[in-house]
């Protein structure tokens, strides 16, 4: 069984910057596409930016509205990935999801979710 720990969420203030992080358990980490999805308060669930490691390539992958503001990185080392979220906006704010699955969607797997709050 695949368990997704989230951490790091909180309030912040337009302009500022917050680093969120996900710690998974069991063996699939290091070939898992790892990616961080978000719901805003009455939105549907949105992708942020996915990450997947190849030979010793990382390759990330991220919504058009986070380009250039957030970065997402692995340390398979230590199961965990991250999401740095920089020049933070109200529209940031939501509900941010760990989430793990197979190259081929043949498994996926949830965080609980860590509450990201910006303030204007």
């Known amino acids: 069984q695949v368990q997704l720990v989230e951490s790091g969420g909180g309030l912040v203030q337009a302009g500022g910057s917050l680093r969120v992080s996900c710690a998974a358990s069991?063996?699939?980490?290091?070939?898992?596409?790892m990616g961080w999805y978000r719901q805003p308060p009455g939105k549907l669930r949105e992708l942020v930016a996915t990450i997947f490691t190849s030979g010793s390539i990382n390759y990330a992958n991220y919504a058009d509205s986070v380009k250039g503001r957030f970065t997402i990185s692995r340390d398979n080392a230590k199961n965990t990935v991250y999401l740095q979220m920089n020049s933070l906006k109200p529209e940031d704010t939501a509900v941010y999801y760990c989430?793990?699955?197979?190259?081929?969607?043949?498994?996926?797997?949830w965080g609980q979710g860590t509450q990201v709050t910006v303030s204007s």
């Open positions: 069991g063996s699939i980490f290091s070939s898992a596409v």
């Open positions: 989430n793990a699955r197979g190259r081929y969607s043949e498994y996926t797997y």
